[in-house]
């Protein structure tokens, strides 16, 4: 069975959100604050963590850090009563998979955890037509092993960020919307923002551009989305 964990402390959200996945078949548990949701996300398995971001004790964005900093892989969805773009950026650089904006549908939560699931269990298997390993300039994706390197130092990517490097080094060349990154890397192309897509982009090129402001591997085509011309070595 599936296991969820939410780490919240509005406790009418955690019922309600606990009610609504057990009903759709999952196992859920919760952590009421930063330091119980930490302890347990790095302790447990569990295919998907919600995290709100404020908490008691350890903020959201403390949770995250730590998780992925002790090599805990777990999708994270984030949740945020804030609307600010600054949170949902600082939230995915730390390395969650996803964000939320407080008040939300449930149905929108369900087909985003169905959707990191999917990727979970799919997107990190090279498939047989597809090469194990791309390199290009001193970047080299290794599709097998899930790890990205630059100049041969380790470069650190949340899921969500390899997902989405790897879906547009297997279409080199081709201009791709914001709509098919939504629906081909989340799994979905009508419950949210393209704007999610474009802040992706961006951690992205800071990661692998020698100058993100002029980026020369993943390139904006104004209009119509974006265009991965990495040269495959």
């Given at each position: 069975?599936?296991?969820?964990?939410?780490?919240?402390?509005?406790?009418?959200?955690?019922?309600?959100?606990?009610?609504?996945?057990?009903?759709?078949?999952?196992?859920?548990?919760?952590?009421?604050?930063?330091?119980?949701?930490?302890?347990?996300?790095?302790?447990?398995?569990?295919?998907?963590?919600?995290?709100?971001?404020?908490?008691?004790?350890?903020?959201?964005?403390?949770?995250?850090?730590?998780?992925?900093?002790?090599?805990?892989?777990?999708?994270?969805?984030?949740?945020?009563?804030?609307?600010?773009?600054?949170?949902?950026?600082?939230?995915?650089?730390?390395?969650?998979?996803?964000?939320?904006?407080?008040?939300?549908?449930?149905?929108?939560?369900?087909?985003?955890?169905?959707?990191?699931?999917?990727?979970?269990?799919?997107?990190?298997?090279?498939?047989?037509?597809?090469?194990?390993?791309?390199?290009?300039?001193?970047?080299?994706?290794?599709?097998?092993?899930?790890?990205?390197?630059?100049?041969?130092?380790?470069?650190?990517?949340?899921?969500?960020?390899?997902?989405?490097?790897?879906?547009?080094?297997?279409?080199?060349?081709?201009?791709?919307?914001?709509?098919?990154?939504?629906?081909?890397?989340?799994?979905?192309?009508?419950?949210?923002?393209?704007?999610?897509?474009?802040?992706?982009?961006?951690?992205l090129r800071q990661?692998?551009?020698?100058?993100?402001?002029?980026?020369?591997?993943?390139v904006t085509i104004?209009?119509?989305?974006?265009?991965?011309?990495?040269?495959?070595?």
């Amino acid at each position: 069975m599936t296991r969820v964990l939410i780490i919240e402390d509005e406790p009418g959200l955690v019922l309600a959100l606990t009610q609504r996945l057990v009903s759709e078949g999952y196992a859920v548990e919760a952590a009421a604050d930063g330091e119980e949701g930490l302890a347990r996300g790095a302790s447990e398995a569990f295919d998907v963590i919600v995290l709100d971001l404020m908490l008691p004790r350890k903020s959201g964005f403390d949770v995250c850090r730590d998780l992925r900093q002790r090599g805990v892989n777990t999708p994270i969805i984030m949740l945020t009563a804030r609307g600010q773009v600054v949170d949902r950026v600082v939230g995915l650089k730390l390395g969650a998979d996803d964000y939320l904006t407080k008040p939300f549908a449930m149905m929108e939560l369900l087909a985003r955890i169905e959707a990191l699931l999917r990727r979970a269990a799919t997107s990190m298997v090279p498939s047989a037509s597809s090469p194990d390993r791309y390199q290009f300039g001193g970047l080299c994706v290794d599709f097998r092993r899930t790890t990205v390197t630059r100049n041969k130092k380790r470069v650190d990517m949340s899921a969500r960020e390899f997902k989405l490097l790897r879906y547009l080094i297997e279409h080199p060349g081709a201009t791709i919307s914001r709509d098919e990154l939504l629906n081909e890397v989340w799994g979905y192309n009508t419950l949210t923002t393209t704007r999610t897509v474009d802040v992706h982009i961006s951690l992205l090129r800071q990661k692998i551009e020698d100058d993100p402001r002029h980026p020369k591997s993943i390139v904006t085509i104004h209009g119509f989305g974006y265009k991965f011309v990495g040269a495959k070595a």
